[in-house]
């Protein structure tokens, strides 16, 4: 190496490579005190670092930002958008509107043979509707907690291949609130969220369902050896979500994994 010769580091080379190196870093973080409260075992710890490794995200910044909530992994619109960022099909966010009424983008997404323009937008009317604007958070921060949740929605319709099964902290408190940390949702309220998430679950025919179900359950069953643990359960967790979007990535991540154990799919 020349003497003047930046050397380049790479944060996301701290992640362990393996499922007990990553339980074994868990179990020392869980005890450090310095992560954030919810994540308040080793298990949930690992769960987040193995979101972190699928994202390519470091330890430290996984643990951080990916917060366990109702027992689901969720990532803030941020690093969900410095995660789709990285992707070589990313191709801008450009911002048509964005005050205190209304968040409104355009995300395109660039492949050798098309381009495609994703909208997005999220109003105040939306958020009054989701029962989100007596929260202090939108009262304070009002046109950024509609920024935040125009580009999640935006950035998951886009690229789902990549964020299948990710909500942002914020959305996944809406849907269902635990006993022990805040009130009960209104069953009217939790009503209108869960038709606000399942709306932009994409509706395929019978037939594309059964194939995609069929293929994953074919994979998870045959190399279950390889998967054992968290992508396993993940694995699992897709095949009972009925979502196709989240079914079809959920099998790109499979294969990605088995592909890095020298495990070619047919």
């Not at 304070?140 to 935040?148: A, E, F, G, Q």
Request: some cysteine; glycine content about 4%; charged content about 25%.
């Amino acid at each position: 190496m020349a003497e003047n010769e930046i050397v380049q580091f790479n944060p996301v080379s701290l992640m362990p490579r393996t499922f007990n190196e990553k339980y074994q870093m868990s179990q020392v973080l869980a005890k450090s005190g310095l992560i954030p409260a919810g994540l308040n075992t080793p298990e949930k710890v690992c769960v987040a670092l193995e979101w972190g490794h699928e994202l390519q995200l470091s330890p430290m910044v996984a643990v951080n930002n990916i917060a366990v909530i109702n027992g689901k992994p969720t990532l803030s619109a941020d690093i969900m958008a410095a995660v789709v960022k990285r992707s070589p099909e990313f191709g801008g966010i450009k911002w048509i509107q964005q005050d205190d009424k209304v968040a409104e983008c355009i995300i395109t997404r660039k492949t050798a043979n098309y381009t495609e323009e994703t909208h997005s937008r999220f109003t105040y009317d939306d958020a009054m509707q989701a029962g989100l604007t007596n929260k202090d958070v939108w009262k304070k921060y009002t046109k950024r907690m509609l920024k935040h949740r125009c580009l999640s929605y935006g950035l998951r319709d886009a690229f789902p291949d990549i964020l299948a099964g990710l909500y942002s902290p914020e959305e996944m408190e809406s849907v269902i609130k635990t006993d022990t940390e805040r009130n009960i949702t209104s069953e009217a309220t939790a009503t209108v969220l869960h038709e606000t998430v399942t709306e932009n679950q994409q509706q395929a025919p019978k037939d594309e369902m059964s194939e995609a179900v069929q293929f994953l359950s074919r994979i998870t069953t045959e190399y279950k050896r390889n998967l054992a643990g968290q992508p396993y359960q993940l694995a699992m967790e897709a095949l009972r979500s009925n979502d196709i979007n989240q079914i079809r990535a959920m099998t790109k991540r499979v294969i990605d994994y088995l592909g890095r154990q020298g495990i070619e799919v047919a």
